[in-house]
Nanobody, 114 residues
Framework: QVQLVESGGGLVQPGGSLRLSCAVS????????IGWFCRAPGKGREGVSF????????EYADSVKGRFTISRDIAKNTVYLQMDSLKPEDTAVYYC???????WGKGTLVTVSS
């Protein structure tokens, strides 16, 4: 019943932008927080950003602060990650997950390269 589906990844040049989406089914964003995570080759999973269920407050990893913006559309039950000023080191598979980490999407690949 619970499902998270990421989309929006792709190939972009350094300095470019992408907008990732996480479509959620089975629970409402009004009651469950969502986080974005990434995994690059040779690295472990890292937290990227988080949006709360209570008031929509947000948190960001230092590496993306000022460049990425997380948001939600409650009516669409979708969480977004706007990624601006992308750097090659942002290259990774990006996943969304419930804050309790019980549910994960399958990920979407972001490649930043010239």
């Amino acid at each position: 019943q619970v499902q998270l589906v990421e989309s929006g990844g792709g190939l972009v040049q350094p300095g470019g932008s992408l907008r990732l989406s996480c479509a959620v089914s089975g629970f409402t964003l009004e009651y469950y927080a969502i986080g974005w995570f990434c995994r690059a080759p040779g690295k472990g999973r890292e937290g990227v950003s988080f949006i709360s269920s209570a008031d929509g407050s947000t948190e960001y990893a230092d590496s993306v602060k000022g460049r990425f913006t997380i948001s939600r559309d409650i009516a669409k039950n979708t969480v977004y990650l706007q990624m601006d000023s992308l750097k090659p080191e942002d290259t990774a598979v990006y996943y969304c997950a419930s804050a309790n980490m019980d549910y994960w999407g399958k990920g979407t690949l972001v490649t930043v390269s010239s």
